[in-house]
C-alpha cells in the first residue's frame, strides 16, 4: 500500500502537481468562464463541425461575447487581461479544438495585434471595436504558395500610384481568409516590408478556400487573391517598414499556441485516462495493465510539464521579460508533447481512438497543422539554436 500523509490533499489526476495552486482568482475566474463556454458551446457540436468540414458563422460573435477576442489589448472595447489570463483561455479553447483557438488567435493576436501594434488611431478606432466584439473578423495574410517558411522572399507586391497604393499578388493557406471583413496583408514594397488594411469587398480582392484538408477542418482556410488592388494610403499601416512588423504578430500568437497545445494535450490525456478506467479486457479494466499506466504516466508527466512551461512565459510576458527565443522554446516543446500525447491517446482508445465519437484523432490531426503553422518546428528548432550557439543556420 502507498503511504499518504494524512495532511497533503488529494492527488487530482487532472491537475498531477496542484498547478491550479498557482494562479489567481481573476485568472482561475476568467479560465472557468472559458471552459463552461467551451463545454456548453464548442465539444457538443466540434466533432460536427470537423466532419463538415466547417465553423459556424455565428462563433465569431458568440466568442466577442465572452471577451476572448483581442482580450490581451488594452482599450478599443478589448478587455485589457494579463498575458497569462489570455493563455489560460487559449489552452481552454484548443482543448476544445485548434480550429477554434486558432479562430481566436488570428482575430487577436495577429489581425487585432497587427492593427494595434501598427495601425494609425483611425485604423483602430476603425476596426478594433468591431473586431472584439466579433462584428468584424479579421484575416492575416502572409504566407504565399512559394513563401512559407521564409517569408522575406514573399512576391506579393504594392506600388504607390499618386496617393494610392496598388496590390498584386497571392496569399495561401489563410485562417478565416473567406470569412473575414477585413485582411492584414503584407506586401514587399519600394520601402521594404509593409501592411495593407484590405476591407472585403474591395475591388480586386478575392478568395478561395482550401478544401480537402485532414487536419483544422473546423476552421477556414483560404487563399487570397489580390489583383491590382488600389487602397488610399489611409490603408497602410504605418508603424510597420520590415518583417518586423509582421513577426512582431507572430510572436503573440505563438505564445498563445504555447498553452493552446497544453490544452489539446490535456483533452487527450483525460480521454485516455476515462477510456483506460472504464474499458474492460482480459477480465479488468485497461488501465490496470501495467503498459497502460505506463502510457497514462506519460501523459500526465508531458501534459504536467507543458502546463507549467506555458505558465513560466505567460509570467514572463506579464513581467516584460519574453523574448521570442522564449516563445520558440515554448511552441516547439508543447506541440511536439500535444502530438506524442495525442498518438498514445490514440492507441489506448483502441479502435475507437480512430472515430470523432471521441476527441483524440480530431486533435491529432488538427495538431500536424500546428506543429507547422506559425513557424514549423524546424523553424523553432533553429531559432533556439542561433540563440545558444550564436551561429543562424538559416541560410
Ligand atoms: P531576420 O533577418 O531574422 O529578421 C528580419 C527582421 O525581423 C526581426 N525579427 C523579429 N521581430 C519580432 N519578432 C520576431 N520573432 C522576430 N524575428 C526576427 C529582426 O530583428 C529583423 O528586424 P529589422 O528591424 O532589422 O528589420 O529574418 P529572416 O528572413 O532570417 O527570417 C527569420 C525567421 C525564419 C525566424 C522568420 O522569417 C520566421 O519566423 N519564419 C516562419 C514564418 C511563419 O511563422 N509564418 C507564420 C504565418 S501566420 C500563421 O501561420 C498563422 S496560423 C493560424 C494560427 O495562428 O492559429
Ligand atoms: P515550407 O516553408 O516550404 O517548409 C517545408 C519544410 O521545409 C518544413 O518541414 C520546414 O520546416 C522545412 N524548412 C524550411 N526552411 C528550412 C530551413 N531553413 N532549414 C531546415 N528546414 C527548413 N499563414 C499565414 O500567413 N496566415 C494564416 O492565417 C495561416 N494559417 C494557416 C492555417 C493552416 C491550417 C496551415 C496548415 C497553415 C497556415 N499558414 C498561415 C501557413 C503556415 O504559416 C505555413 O504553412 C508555415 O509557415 C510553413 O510554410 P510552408 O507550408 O510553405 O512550408
Not at 48 to 58: A, Q, Y
Not at 117 to 142: D, H, I, N, Y
Not at 186 to 205: H, L, N, Q, Y
Amino acid at each position: 500500500m502507498p503511504s499518504h500523509s494524512s495532511t497533503a490533499a488529494a492527488l487530482d489526476p487532472r491537475d498531477f502537481l496542484a498547478i491550479d495552486h498557482l494562479l489567481s482568482d481573476e485568472e482561475r475566474d476568467i479560465r472557468d468562464v472559458v471552459r463552461s463556454f467551451v463545454r456548453d458551446h464548442v465539444v457538443p457540436n466540434v466533432g460536427e463541425w470537423f466532419e463538415e468540414g466547417r465553423i459556424p458563422r455565428e462563433l465569431p460573435r458568440e466568442l466577442g461575447k465572452l471577451g476572448v477576442l483581442g482580450m490581451h489589448l488594452d482599450g478599443y472595447g478589448c478587455a485589457g487581461a494579463s498575458a497569462t489570463a489570455y493563455g489560460l483561455a487559449c489552452l481552454e479553447l484548443e482543448a476544445g479544438d485548434s480550429g477554434v483557438r486558432s479562430l481566436v488567435s488570428v482575430q487577436g493576436s495577429l489581425a487585432m495585434y497587427a492593427i494595434y501594434r501598427w495601425g494609425s488611431e483611425e485604423q483602430k478606432q476603425e476596426w478594433l471595436p468591431r473586431m472584439a466584439a466579433g462584428e468584424a473578423v479579421g484575416c492575416f495574410g502572409l504566407t504565399e504558395p512559394d513563401s512559407g517558411s521564409d517569408p522575406g522572399s514573399m512576391r506579393t507586391y504594392a506600388r504607390r500610384d499618386g496617393d494610392d497604393w496598388i496590390l498584386r499578388g497571392q496569399k495561401m493557406w489563410i485562417t478565416n481568409g473567406s470569412l473575414a471583413d477585413v485582411a492584414v496583408v503584407w506586401a514587399s514594397t519600394d520601402e521594404g516590408i509593409r501592411g495593407f488594411v484590405v476591407p472585403k469587398g474591395t475591388k480586386g480582392f478575392t478568395t478561395q478556400d482550401i478544401h480537402s484538408k485532414m487536419s483544422l477542418r473546423a476552421s477556414v482556410t483560404s487563399e487570397l487573391i489580390l489583383d491590382e488592388v488600389r487602397l488610399p494610403s489611409s490603408a497602410m499601416l504605418p508603424g510597420a517598414t520590415s518583417l518586423r512588423g509582421p513577426l512582431s504578430c507572430l510572436n503573440e500568437a505563438r505564445y498563445g499556441i504555447v498553452w493552446g497545445a497544453a490544452g489539446a494535450a490535456r483533452a487527450c490525456y483525460e480521454a485516455a485516462l476515462d477510456y483506460s478506467t472504464t474499458r474492460v479486457q482480459f477480465g479488468k479494466p485497461i488501465a490496470s495493465f501495467q503498459l497502460q499506466q505506463q502510457k497514462l504516466a506519460n501523459m500526465a508527466l508531458e501534459v504536467n510539464r507543458a502546463t507549467l512551461l506555458a505558465l513560466h512565459l505567460g509570467r514572463m510576458k506579464d513581467e516584460g521579460r519574453l523574448r521570442p527565443e522564449h516563445v520558440s522554446m515554448g511552441k516547439l516543446g508543447n506541440v511536439n508533447a500535444a502530438l506524442d500525447v495525442a498518438r498514445t491517446a490514440r492507441q489506448v482508445l483502441g479502435a475507437n481512438g480512430i472515430t470523432l465519437e471521441y476527441p483524440v484523432i480530431r486533435h491529432m490531426n488538427n495538431l500536424e497543422s500546428v506543429v507547422t503553422y506559425e513557424g514549423t518546428a524546424d523553424v523553432h528548432a533553429l531559432v533556439i539554436g542561433g540563440a545558444v550557439t550564436g551561429i543562424q543556420a538559416f541560410r
